[in-house]
């Protein structure tokens, strides 16, 4: 599973790495630290799986989100913010992304979704 980590928090993006580590299947993994980044590799590659932090520098996540969208990526677009405010949450999903995880209180879902992904993935 291809998966790109777009996170501006060095540790975040290490703790999605060791999350990654442990799931029983390959992922290629790339990383961006911004949203000049993020744009960057998103015009070159189409991760399966996108874990997209809100606050960003240069821009914002749901930038990042609608880009996605409008370039027609089937990426999987899973939003990790600190940001649990209902309205966020909600411009998310609105934008297209298909997961919302809370950074301090959900963040443990993430490796149960991305098993869910990886399987369908292996059987599209």
């Known amino acids: 599973m291809d998966i790109l980590i777009v996170d501006d928090t060095d540790l975040i993006r290490s703790l999605i790495r060791d999350m990654l580590a442990l799931l029983p299947f390959s992922t290629n993994i790339e990383e961006a630290a911004d949203v000049p980044q993020a744009l960057s590799i998103l015009s070159r590659w189409q991760p399966d799986v996108v874990t997209l932090d809100l606050q960003?520098?240069?821009?914002?996540?749901?930038?990042?989100?609608?880009?996605?969208?409008?370039?027609?990526?089937?990426?999987?677009?899973?939003?990790?913010?600190?940001?649990?405010?209902?309205q966020i949450r909600q411009a998310c999903f609105d934008a297209g992304a298909s997961f919302f995880l809370e950074k301090s209180s959900e963040m443990e879902q993430l490796p149960a979704i991305l098993r869910a992904l990886a399987g369908k993935i292996r059987h599209s």
């Open 56 to 86: 960003l520098p240069a821009g914002s996540g749901l930038a990042v989100l609608r880009a996605i969208k409008q370039a027609g990526l089937s990426s999987t677009v899973i939003a990790l913010t600190s940001l649990a405010d209902p």
